[in-house]
């Protein structure tokens, strides 16, 4: 049975997915969302930390208090491979800690209060052009068969199938981080307003782990690696960087999820006749903390208010669609180049040249720059602000040097 034709159908019903259609139901634009799952939200796979200028830029700082675990964070610990400590906080709580499955539940509601149509138990299997429009062929535990609208955004995450049935790109499955993550209970000598960060690139190479405080004694305790299996090297870190044993060897795991991160920074083309792309399905992931969540709903929120210029004009085509990404780039694309080379440039160094980084960092001015100048989300900011300190070029060009002919 092909059902009548519809303005948008969004397919994913993740942050990305859910945002798009909560802002293109803001743009008047009569909404389908056909996730696969059975329910939003299920199978958590996410630390949910998210920066509080990222959630006011999406309207969501009124998020119910049953889904904020930890409103207090304001920096971090960042540890090297023998322990060295560089501590960077600002004075005011920055960032949030949200549980993910009841964050995706929250938008679904906000969705549907708007008069999204969420079809749960939806798998688009397939879809094809047919003039004007899509068509979509479901999988068999869906209700309808067939539908078919005006318009599609694409939300279906980290390894999309649909990206290329369309002619876009996907993210490259080279840059992906498999990621491990235990809730621990008993954790010792957290502060609650600070997320630890381990870079150890022996032990954890191509990423880092870390330590994400609910309270004083629960935390999301993760990595990722580019190289799995990310549950194995996530045992590794607890039982012997120097720091972190003390911390969570006598903790109890309470949950263990997995999942993977597109880091290579985001596709090439992220729009086409009667299509766009968003979220981690055009690769609009931070490189640098594997952050997806803003980003994608940055892009999300710009998406649907293109596609309600587009309905209102009645124009589908790549070229009115294009400035979708003209607009997200606008907003992010430069720092999310900026994380990509800093993110390869991490991975280059050894644990010595990390150790001496550590080092170098931790001056009472440079801490005092990157305390000032940090933010989860701009991060070139701050990559401009210590490249303008004199006393790290010789560190840098050196290992600079050694990354660019160990690249290439
Ligand atoms: C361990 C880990 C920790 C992370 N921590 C953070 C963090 O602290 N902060 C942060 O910002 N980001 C974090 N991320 C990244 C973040 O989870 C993602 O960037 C984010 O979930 C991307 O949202 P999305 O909507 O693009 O994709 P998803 O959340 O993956 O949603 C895609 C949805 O599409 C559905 N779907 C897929 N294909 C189809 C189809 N064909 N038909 C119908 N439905 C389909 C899927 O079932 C899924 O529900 C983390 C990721 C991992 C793995």
């Known amino acids: 049975m092909i059902e009548s034709e519809k303005d948008l159908v969004v397919i994913g019903g993740g942050p990305a997915g859910l945002l798009s259609a909560i802002s293109a139901s803001k743009n008047k634009v009569d909404v389908t969302l056909l996730e696969s799952k059975e329910v939003i939200g299920l199978h958590e796979h996410c630390a949910g930390l998210l920066s509080i200028d990222g959630l ?55 969705a549907t209060d708007l008069g999204v149509d969420i079809r749960t138990s939806s798998r688009v299997k397939q879809i094809t052009r047919q003039k004007e429009s899509l068509k979509y062929h ?10 078919s609208s005006k318009l599609t955004i694409l939300a279906e995450g980290r390894f999309p199938s649909l990206n290329e049935q369309i002619g876009l790109p996907k993210p490259s499955r080279k840059d992906v981080i498999f990621a491990s993550q235990f809730i621990m209970s008993g954790v010792r000598d957290i502060d609650t307003e600070l997320v630890e960060i381990y870079q150890y690139n022996s032990l954890v190479p191509g990423f880092f782990a870390w330590i994400i405080p609910i309270n004083d004694s629960t935390a999301k305790v993760g990595l990722g690696t580019t190289i799995p299996p990310a549950g194995r090297k996530l045992d590794d870190i607890i039982r012997k960087h120097p720091i972190a044993k003390k911390k969570l060897s006598s903790a109890k795991i309470e949950k263990r999820m997995s999942g993977a991160i597109p880091i290579g920074s985001h596709i090439k083309k992220t729009f086409t006749d009667n299509a766009l ?17 803003i980003f994608g709903g940055l892009a999300a929120k710009i998406a649907g208010e293109v596609v309600g210029k ?99």
């Open 56 to 110: 006011k830029s999406l309207d969501l700082l009124n998020l119910p208090s049953d889904v904020i675990q930890n409103s207090e964070i304001r920096g971090s610990r960042l540890y090297s491979p023998t322990g060295k400590l560089l501590v960077v906080q600002k004075s005011r709580p920055t960032a949030w800690v949200v549980n993910r499955a009841r964050f995706d539940a929250y938008l679904a509601s906000l």
């Open 138 to 147: 479901l999988g068999k535990k869906s209700s309808s068969s067939m539908l």
């Open 277 to 293: 792309v968003v979220g981690d399905a055009a690769g609009q992931t931070k490189p640098t903390t594997g952050g997806g969540v």
């Open 310 to 408: 587009a309905l209102e004009k009645n124009d589908f085509s790549s070229r009115f669609l294009s400035q979708y990404e003209r607009k997200w780039k606008k907003e992010f694309g430069f720092n999310l180049k900026i994380m990509k080379i800093v993110r390869n440039y991490l991975n280059s160094l050894n644990d010595d040249y990390v150790e001496k980084l550590f080092t170098k960092l931790n001056k009472p001015k440079i801490k005092e720059k990157i305390s000032k100048f940090g933010d989860v989300d701009e991060q070139a900011k701050i990559v401009f602000r210590l490249l303008s300190n004199l006393s790290l070029w010789p560190f840098v060009i050196g290992t600079g040097m050694r990354f660019l002919f160990k690249k290439n």
